[in-house]
């Protein structure tokens, strides 16, 4: 999901790295992280911190990331002057950077489980195989459902590489995940049914519909205003429509898919950011990814405050921005003291394995 990763066209976006994602990143990983912790503040004497919608709301976070990523894949894999990636470099990319910090997160949860804390989270074999490979399910972590959907929309999009140009591709990946929504329910096995059938898959599509029409050629001309409508929007839907998450997938691509689609298109105009604020929300933007899994630890740390001590019996006013912040805080410092790190351990590795494979005589090395 990286999105400092360049690509562009003939018609002048070679190399442009896409700033307005990286910061649209930070935000979605930020919504979501707001949404926990005024959940986890409901458990003190005082109630829920704020008003309900503003943390359904934040479950928007998701949506937004998932359009990010169905425009990312398509935009980095058709880097402008060299092939396009194949399935294996494609798939191997995206494990590499989805996998290694997500493994030691539930490596983690397994310990804490492990010495006598989460005392109702069940984990069974199938728990554990669900969380190695991520597959539709209980996991350790249990944000990671999104990953899930990540994963398989990766799946697809890497078979549907083999065409090799961008259009063919793109098409096809968004044939196969319609034709799983139609016709995935009739999978024997009701987790496997619903995650296949489920239409949030549809907001990858969205996100690849976007990559086309950005690449197609000529100056983006999608007005900055459109992010405020799609925004006003989400929360209109979150007061009115989205109330308590009761509402089915296909309602929330409505009310959150499509103005999550209005926004990552105005935010593709954003410029570098010169600002001491625009520059931190790149890096909380690069640092999305880690905030996005770390914050789970917090949030045990915040439940534990509530139940335990007496943080739990007065007012969250203060404790809410300041549980916010260590959310920040330790998502940064995991992205550049460990995720980080590891994603260039990885790729040098990988980097040095390639320059030892021989050169068959007649091909070009890629």
Known sequence: MACSDMAGNAMGRQNRELYGLQMLRAIAALAVVVRHTLDMSEGSEAGRFGPYWVATSGGAGVDLFFVISGFIMVYVSFPFGRLPDSPKDFIIKRATRIFPLYWICSAAIFAVSAVGFLHNKHIDSYTLLNSALL????????????????????????????????????????????????????????????????????????????????????????PQALSVIGF?????????????????????????????????????????????LGRAAVLLGDASYALYLTHIFV????????????????????????????????????????????????????????????VEVGTLPR
């Not at 089915?248 to 298109?265: E, H, K, N, Q, S």
């Open 135 to 222: 597959l539709p399910g209980d996991k350790l972590v249990f944000v990671a459902w999104t990953l899930s959907y990540e994963i398989y929309f990766y799946v697809i999009f890497s078979i549907c590489l083999a065409l090799g140009r961008m259009g063919p591709t793109s098409i096809a990946a968004i044939f196969l995940m319609i034709v799983g929504i139609a016709f995935g329910g009739r999978i024997q096995d009701p987790t496997f049914a619903n995650f296949v059938s489920s239409p949030l898959i549809l907001e990858f599509c969205f996100g690849i519909i976007l990559a086309l029409l950005f690449c197609a050629g000529g100056k983006w001309k999608v």
């Open 232 to 276: 006003a929007a989400i929360i209109a839907a979150s007061i009115f429509t989205m109330q308590h998450d009761a509402a089915p997938d296909a309602t929330r691509v409505i009310m959150w898919g499509i103005p999550a689609t209005l926004i990552v298109a105005a935010f593709l105009n954003v410029e570098r950011p010169r600002s001491k």
């Open 299 to 358: 949030m045990l740390a915040y439940g534990w405050l509530i139940k335990s001590t007496f943080v739990g019996g007065v007012s969250q006013v203060p404790f809410v921005p300041a549980v916010i912040c260590v959310c920040i805080v330790v998502g940064v410092l995991t992205h550049l003291l460990l995720e980080k790190p590891i994603l260039d351990f990885i790729r040098k590795a990988i980097k040095r394995q390639r320059s030892r494979r021989p």
